[in-house]
T-cell receptor, first 117, second 115 residues
Framework: EAGVAQSPRYKIIEKRQSVAFWCNPISGHATLYWYQQILGQGPKLLIQFQNNGVVDDSQLPKDRFSAERLKGVDSTLKIQPAKLEDSAVYLC???????????????FGPGTRLTVL | AQSVTQPDIHITVSEGASLELRCNYSYGATPYLFWYVQSPGQGLQLLLKYFSGDTLVQGIKGFEAEFKRSQSSFNLRKPSVHWSDAAEYFCAVGATDTGRRALTFGSGTRLQVQP
């Protein structure tokens, strides 16, 4: 079974530039997450999708970050304009959806390492 | 809101020695609890999880963890560490009273294994 795919793996940009990250979840996984992992910290949720709808984007800096999952499969996360503090690894994860308040395992992609100069 | 504390930033053990990584959480009820491992350049891999029932849970690669409600802890253990266990380990909690399924992670413990 193919895992969660992310691209690019590495990106270096200057501050105030724009950047986009792409994620392809595991086939059949309705739930998709974007996490930000700053060096020395654990991952922090940016946004959670259920199919193509947003479940939680309370921690997404909406003045500069945006994300979409138009067809309920692939997702794109964009930063415009980037700041120095956006340097981090951006992780995409996916899981099956279980109703009734149940959790299911989240599978993580390898991440995109962003460096903002 | 829930939170996770991993008090040890960095731990070094000798190969073959036992290991215990500490995790404390803050949450108003019994949360869902997880341990993930992250190797350099790799995504996070689930080691084990606790939802309910037996407080001692077994995971992959010979790891186990024990949930202690009275101490709000979920420490990870392994009786004999292998060099390949060198990685970063994250404890995470999931809320049980909301529709959110995202995890709240601790800041991680980096494990170094000496030959």
């Amino acid at each position: 079974e193919a895992g969660v795919a992310q691209s690019p793996r590495y990106k270096i940009i200057e501050k105030r530039q724009s950047v986009a990250f792409w994620c392809n979840p595991i086939s059949g996984h309705a739930t998709l997450y974007w996490y930000q992992q700053i060096l020395g910290q654990g991952p922090k949720l940016l946004i959670q999708f259920q199919n193509n709808g947003v479940v939680d984007d309370s921690q997404l800096p909406k003045d500069r970050f945006s994300a979409e999952r138009l067809k309920g499969v692939d997702s794109t996360l964009k930063i415009q304009p980037a700041k120095l503090e956006d340097s981090a690894v951006y992780l995409c994860a996916s899981s099956f959806f279980l109703s009734g308040g149940q959790y299911n395992e989240q599978f993580f992609g390898p991440g995109t390492r962003l460096t903002v100069l | 809101a829930q939170s996770v504390t991993q008090p040890d930033i960095h731990i070094t053990v000798s190969e073959g020695a036992s290991l215990e990584l500490r995790c404390n959480y803050s949450y108003g009820a019994t949360p869902y609890l997880f341990w993930y491992v992250q190797s350099p350049g790799q995504g996070l891999q689930l080691l084990l999880k606790y939802f309910s029932g037996d407080t001692l849970v077994q995971g992959i690669k010979g790891f186990e963890a024990e949930f202690k409600r009275s101490q709000s802890s979920f420490n990870l253990r392994k009786p004999s560490v292998h060099w390949s266990d060198a990685a970063e380990y994250f404890c995470a909690v999931g809320a049980t009273d909301t529709g959110r399924r995202a995890l709240t992670f601790g800041s991680g413990t980096r494990l170094q294994v000496q030959p």
